[in-house]
T-cell receptor
Framework: QKEVEQNSGPLSVPEGAIASLNCTYS??????FFWYRQYSGKSPELIMF????GDKEDGRFTAQLNKASQYVSLLIRDSQPSDSATYLC???????????FGSGTRLQVQP | KAGVTQTPRYLIKTRGQQVTLSCSPI?????VSWYQQTPGQGLQFLFE???????NKGNFPGRFSGRQFSNSRSEMNVSTLELGDSALYLC????????????FGQGTRLTVV
């Protein structure tokens, strides 16, 4: 079992719809959770982070964390074609001092 | 505020050679981590430095090494290059010693021929 699992996609949504990206992790000691966006040929860009159970909203993005279920999600409202990218979920466990990444979900927003 | 700067952006090396990559973190950030990204393995952790000390190392052979200087700039070195070392090498910096909220540089694309 991979430490961080994501559906590789592609996840295809129409412009203006809500895109829902999911991530599960296996290490219950994980403390911090991150979503990165990576365009083809570019480096990952941090778009959201969440440390506590519940929802965290930032503009069109909402991160959701459920530690009991070991589940993190990212919602993108009013999806735009410019949101088309690979979204990487990453978790951090103290003591390891490293981010563990999922393999990423490719999102395609259709105009 | 300047972001994370990695140099060079692109490198082509021959098998058996060695290479040194450089990373300048965001000003004030003391933690620098290195990652390798390949299509098959995704993003994998190489090592992390904080205040010139390597605090953790990923599961890579000893050919991969690094260091951090007193100004927090970091270098990584790969000796005896293999074809499989072709990858995007990414450096990330964070402000705290808990490696939270890590910001990546643009990466160095290494091609080994």
């Amino acid at each position: 079992q991979k430490e961080v699992e994501q559906n590789s996609g592609p996840l295809s949504v129409p412009e203006g719809a809500i895109a829902s990206l999911n991530c599960t992790y296996s290490d219950r000691g994980s403390q911090s959770f991150f979503w990165y966006r990576q365009y083809s040929g570019k480096s990952p860009e941090l778009i959201m982070f969440i440390y506590s159970n519940g929802d965290k909203e930032d503009g069109r993005f909402t991160a959701q964390l459920n530690k009991a279920s070991q589940y993190v999600s990212l919602l993108i409202r009013d999806s735009q074609p410019s949101d088309s990218a690979t979204y990487l979920c990453a978790v951090y466990r103290p003591g390891r001092r490293a981010l563990t990444f999922g393999s990423g979900t490719r999102l395609q927003v259709q105009p | 505020k300047a972001g994370v700067t990695q140099t060079p952006r692109y490198l082509i090396k021959t098998r058996g050679q060695q290479v040194t990559l450089s990373c300048s973190p965001i000003s004030g950030h003391r933690s620098v981590s290195w990652y390798q990204q390949t299509p098959g393995q995704g993003l994998q952790f190489l090592f992390e430095y904080f205040s010139e000390t390597q605090r953790n190392k990923g599961n890579f052979p000893g050919r991969f090494s690094g260091r951090q200087f007193s100004n927090s700039r970091s270098e990584m070195n790969v000796s005896t290059l293999e074809l499989g070392d072709s990858a995007l090498y990414l450096c990330a910096s964070s402000s705290s010693d808990r490696n939270t909220e890590a910001f990546f540089g643009q990466g160095t694309r290494l091609t080994v021929v």
